[in-house]
Nanobody, 122 residues
Framework: QGQLVESGGGSVQAGGSLSLSCVVS????????MAWFRQAPGKERERVAD???????GYSDSVKGRFTISKDNAKNTLYLQMNSLKPEDSAMYYC????????????????WGQGTQVTVSS
């Protein structure tokens, strides 16, 4: 059984930075489509960054230029570096994986971590 375990969330002031990590284990392969989603109270879940099965990153317009997704295959770890954080970035952040090829659709992600909270104060 596969497992995704996030860490690195916390509280920061606007303009600050945080780095999230997600360790992949079990039958989930780091070579899958990997992504970071977030969900704030009362809002729909949003995919903010992803890496497709060919290793190419993609970002939502809301975080482009501020967030960087990366992975370390040797450590089976996915990262999200978040800079210039804004209060609207506050949410529960989830690591997710999809056993697909190319750029996976959001609905294809069927492996999820437990989430890590990010809170940005103004």
């Amino acid at each position: 059984q596969g497992q995704l375990v996030e860490s690195g969330g916390g509280s920061v002031q606007a303009g600050g930075s945080l780095s999230l990590s997600c360790v992949v284990s079990g039958y989930i392969w780091i070579s899958y489509c990997m992504a970071w989603f977030r969900q704030a109270p009362g809002k729909e879940r949003e995919r903010v960054a992803d890496i497709d099965s060919d290793g190419r990153p993609g970002y939502s317009d809301s975080v482009k230029g501020r967030f960087t997704i990366s992975k370390d295959n040797a450590k089976n770890t996915l990262y999200l570096q978040m800079n210039s954080l804004k209060p609207e970035d506050s949410a529960m952040y989830y690591c997710a994986a999809a056993p697909g090829y190319g750029r996976c659709k959001p609905y294809e992600y069927n492996y999820w971590g437990q989430g890590t909270q990010v809170t940005v104060s103004s």
